[in-house]
C-alpha cells in the first residue's frame, strides 16, 4: 500500500533541498568536541575518499559524522523505515552503506585512519569526548 504525500511535489522537493549536508549539529557537536581537546583539524577532505567531514592530515585520520537514517545506523531513528515509497527508501539506504563501507576499506588501503561518529552519539557530549580523545590519542 502507498500513502499519497500530505505535500505537493514542489512543496516536497522544497524540504527535501533544505536537508543540509554540512554544517550540522551533530558535525558542530563533533568539531566543537575536537575543539575542546585542543586538536587542529581541516574542514571536508576533499582529496579523500568520501570526503571525511574532518581530517587530521599530521595523524593520517579522519572522521565522518554520519546521520542515522541516511546511512542505515542500527539505532531506532536509523532502524525507522519510511512507508511511502518504501523500495525507493531501503535500496538508497543500501546503496549509501555499500558505499560507506568501500570508502572505509580505501581509506584503510591509503594508510588513513576513519572513525564514524552516529548522529545519535553526539546527543552525550561527555562520552562523544573521550570516543574523539581516544581516537586521536
Known amino acids: 500500500m502507498t500513502r499519497a504525500d500530505v505535500f505537493d511535489v ?20 563533533v568539531r566543537a568536541a575536537v575543539r575542546a581537546l585542543g586538536v587542529g583539524y581541516r574542514l571536508g577532505g576533499r582529496e579523500l575518499p ?28 536509523g532502524a525507522r523505515a519510511p512507508k511511502d515509497n518504501a523500495a525507493y527508501w531501503s535500496a538508497k539506504i543500501a ?3 555499500a558505499r560507506d563501507a568501500r570508502v572505509i576499506a580505501e581509506l584503510g588501503t591509503a594508510s588513513w585512519r576513519p572513525l564514524v561518529i552516529w548522529e545519535c552519539e553526539t546527543r552525550d557530549g561527555e562520552a562523544l569526548r573521550e570516543k574523539v580523545s581516544a581516537f586521536l590519542n
Open 95 to 97: 546503496r549509501n552503506k
Open 50 to 77: 568520501g570526503k571525511p567531514d574532518l581530517t587530521f592530515p599530521g595523524k593520517r585520520a579522519c572522521i565522518f559524522v554520519h546521520g542515522c537514517f541516511w546511512h542505515g545506523h542500527d539505532c531506532t531513528r
Open 10 to 29: 514542489e512543496k516536497r522537493a522544497a524540504i527535501m533541498r533544505a536537508v543540509k549536508s554540512n554544517n550540522t549539529k551533530p558535525e558542530l557537536r
